[in-house]
């Protein structure tokens, strides 16, 4: 069983950057692919990046590669999504979560432990 822990959404003018963070607990992450994805009012849950813990391979959705960056602190389990540029179609609740085996999973269902969210909001 993994416990996923996000924080660092708040109230941001549009061009400005955020960190997120994601901790991890109950394993380690070591076997897993840890993902983020976002959700804005009305809309589905869609994914934002993630990263395969064992050799760091990392992978975006078009929509912010470049902008964003996703990056893991193995001593802390804790994955970060560092978000740059942000402009208020960025606005959601982020979630992270974790699937245990190699392959990168790009939607919902195929991610097995979620975290509660934080909430990021663009202003313009």
């Known amino acids: 069983q993994v416990q996923l822990v996000e924080s660092g959404g708040r109230l941001v003018q549009a061009g400005g950057s955020l960190r997120l963070s994601c901790a991890a607990s109950?394993?380690?992450?070591?076997?897993?692919?840890v993902g983020w994805f976002r959700q804005a009012p009305g809309k589905e849950r869609e994914f934002v990046a993630a990263?395969?813990?064992?050799?760091?391979?990392?992978y975006y959705a078009d929509s912010v590669k470049g902008r964003f960056t996703i990056s893991r602190d193995i001593a802390k389990n804790t994955v970060y999504l560092q978000m740059n540029s942000l402009n208020p179609e960025d606005t959601a609740v982020y979630y992270c979560?974790?699937?245990?085996?190699?392959?990168?999973?790009?939607?919902?269902?195929?991610?097995?432990?979620w975290g509660q969210g934080t909430q990021v909001t663009v202003s313009s």
């Open positions: 109950g394993r380690t992450l070591s076997n897993y692919v």
């Open positions: 990263i395969r813990w064992s050799d760091y391979n990392r």
């Open positions: 979560a974790a699937r245990g085996g190699y392959n990168i999973g790009r939607t919902p269902l195929e991610y097995d432990y």
